[in-house]
């Protein structure tokens, strides 16, 4: 994200968020229930249960909790992970949490010095290690890959660094053009293409926005579904922007509501080749073979 044009609302009513919680556990969620039980911005890592799993970094294994489980323990409606999204969302959690905005800005989120591009390391939590090797690795002394000016290609490209590494890099938006065809990826469209040739997000997806600039990339870390006449939700982390986490409602047709991000539509995702979901009944936080 290179643009300033974000804008924040905040509705905030005790009895309301307690109404639309109860909602949440017995039906699923609308779009402004997704934006006020996740917060919006900063809510989390996500709406739906998540799995805990083991990544290769010899870390501790990251737990994601549930915004709102269910009596049952699950959330209806949540897309589950493949095995590779679950390892990727696991390690982008580990790098959101341990984003913040330089305390010279004075808790006052701007473009360009004071978005969510300084990392903890050392600090509680850690920045990943094996990740800021990677960008040493991959590309030595670059600013992108900096402390103070970390970049959303290089969130993307460190979630997958110890999973599955994405050998190319572009511009945020550049991602989509230069991953279309490659042996190993395959691309779900959002935007990108008209409502019948539209997939379905799922967590530890690259998520591609487009704007008149250069775009901005993500992960996706939880996917609730839309039906019929009910828009869904998704939540993905980042660097380089407002939030280490935003969520936005998932409408039925696809399409990512994108008005609080004023400029930029949700072109589509990339994923690992071999990655699907067919909706049914899995139980959240099930993975997907």
């Known amino acids: 994200m290179n643009t300033s044009r974000l804008g924040v609302t905040a509705v905030a009513s005790g009895v309301v968020v307690v109404l639309l919680l109860g909602f949440v556990t017995l039906t699923g969620l609308s779009a ?14 996500g709406i739906c249960l998540s799995v805990t799993v083991t990544l290769r970094t010899g870390s501790p294994t990251p737990v994601l909790s549930a915004a709102t489980p269910s009596p049952t323990g699950t959330a209806p409606g949540c897309v589950p992970a493949s095995r590779i999204g ?18 010279a800005c004075g808790g006052h989120i701007s473009y360009p010095d004071c978005y969510y591009t300084w990392y903890k390391a ?81 967590p530890g997806d690259v998520m591609i926005f487009k704007d008149t600039s250069i775009g901005h ?12 006449t009910i ?26 509501d994108t008005s609080s991000w004023p400029g930029y539509s949700v072109w589509g995702y990339l994923r690992p080749a071999g ?7 899995p139980a959240s936080g099930q993975l997907a073979a």
């Open 32 to 45: 402004s229930l997704a934006w006020s039980q996740s917060g919006g911005y900063g809510g989390g890592p």
């Open 86 to 103: 679950a390892q990727v969302v696991a390690l982008a959690k580990e790098m959101a949490d341990a984003l913040y905005v330089k305390a």
């Open 122 to 202: 050392p600090g509680l939590p850690t920045f990943p290690q094996a990740v800021i090797d990677y960008g040493e690795q991959v590309c030595p002394g670059c600013s992108a890959w900096a402390n103070g000016s970390y970049q959303c290609v290089s969130f993307v490209r460190g979630a997958y660094s110890q999973v599955y590494p994405m050998r190319l890099t572009a511009n945020a938006f550049d991602l989509w053009a230069t991953y279309a065809g490659q042996p190993g990826w395959q691309e779900i469209p959002s935007a990108a293409a008209p409502a019948g040739q539209r997939g379905l997000p799922m």
């Open 217 to 228: 990339a993500a992960i996706v870390m939880s996917v609730l579904l839309p039906t019929g």
């Open 231 to 256: 828009d869904g939700a998704i939540t993905f982390s980042n660097s380089n922007s407002v939030s280490p986490y935003t969520t936005m409602p998932l409408q039925p047709d696809l399409i990512v």
């Open 275 to 281: 990655a699907s979901f067919v909706p049914g009944p």
